[in-house]
């Protein structure tokens, strides 16, 4: 049964609603294993799926300019575009349903996606984990660009500030601060919980021994990163997140600091920390404040990595 077939034909609906896409990291173009099932938990787009009924395969990405990728195999072929606001997306149709699908890069190399289907008299929700296996060749360098579509430049700010107040430096000078962290919006579905109705995220992915990754901005790196043979990369396996949230009345932040399982989606420790004002100093003390009590609790994350496994 094709992978497609599967995805269409699962009666499980996930225990929990996964938030709406992001500005992702973009992917590299190669073929990937593919892990899919039913979802059973989620943390700000990071997909679970039950072991107890998954599937495995592999597809190909394969890009047809900077926004639009084909991805193929286990009987599918699909096109998902990227939009300035809602990442990648993709929609199939066919025996009586609908089927969008959603894609949000952690990393180059890593990929989540979750799928609604609609119609037949179903509702369903199925996710995908994909992990490179080999990248092509041609790489597309020249779609390489920050992320920020949006305008990040408070939350840039202040995630520079925490991490000086932090003592984290670059391993070289090949690297600056802002290589190591991405900031990104995500629109909420069920509730309104800012101004704008959604959340910002400012995230940092952590390796071995909690050392934090570079976030692959750089056209060079992304080259090396999609070439990389296996093993000579060190893998994110945890997400330092900082879930932001505006206030009103009177206006400041709310700031979720929160460590997450990348493979599982389980938020293992999260601390909140509020401020008044909404300027970059105000939310970096918020930052720094999140931080020191994820600190407390035995949770640790640092020094910067240059991202080579030891």
């Given amino acids: 049964m094709t992978l497609l077939k599967r995805t269409a034909g699962a009666l499980v609906a996930c225990t929990l609603t996964i938030p709406g896409a992001m500005a992702d990291p973009l992917p590299c173009q190669g073929r990937y294993s593919a892990v899919s099932g039913n979802v059973i938990m989620s943390a700000s787009g990071i997909v679970q799926v039950d072991p107890r009924n998954r599937n495995e395969g592999t597809v190909d990405l394969t890009y047809n300019g900077c926004d639009r990728i084909t991805v193929a195999g ?10 300035a606001t809602s990442g990648w997306s993709g929609t199939l ?16 190399r890593l990929i989540d996606s979750w799928m609604d289907a609609f119609g037949g008299g179903m509702t369903v929700q199925r996710g995908m984990k994909l992990t490179l296996v080999k990248g092509t060749e041609h790489q597309p360098v020249d779609c390489i660009f920050d992320g920020d579509r949006q305008n990040f430049t408070r939350e840039n700010a202040a995630t520079r500030a925490f991490m000086a107040a932090r003592g984290l430096t670059p391993p070289s000078p090949d690297f600056a601060l802002q290589d190591y962290f991405r900031a990104a919006e995500v629109e909420n579905r069920t509730q309104t919980e800012s101004r704008k109705g959604s959340t910002r995220h400012v995230r940092f992915l952590l390796g071995s021994d909690h050392a934090i990754l570079p976030a692959t901005r750089a056209a060079t790196r992304f080259r090396e990163v999609c070439r990389a043979e296996e093993g000579t990369l060190d893998p994110p396996r945890r997400m330092l997140d900082f879930k932001i949230v505006e206030l009103e009345n009177p206006d400041g932040f709310s700031v979720f600091a929160r460590i997450i399982d990348i493979e599982s989606g389980k938020i293992l420790a999260q601390r909140e920390s509020e401020v008044t004002g909404t300027g970059d100093a105000a939310l ?3 930052m720094q404040d999140g931080a ?5 609790d035995g949770m640790t994350f640092g020094p910067l990595s240059d991202g080579k496994a030891r």
Avoid: C, D, H, K
């Fill in 74 to 83: 286990q009987g599918m072929r699909m096109e998902i575009v990227r939009s």
């Fill in 284 to 286: 970096a003390a918020a």
């Fill in 93 to 108: 149709t066919g025996g009586g349903a609908t089927r969008i699908f959603r894609f949000n890069a952690l990393t180059p």
């Fill in 292 to 296: 020191a009590q994820l600190t407390g």
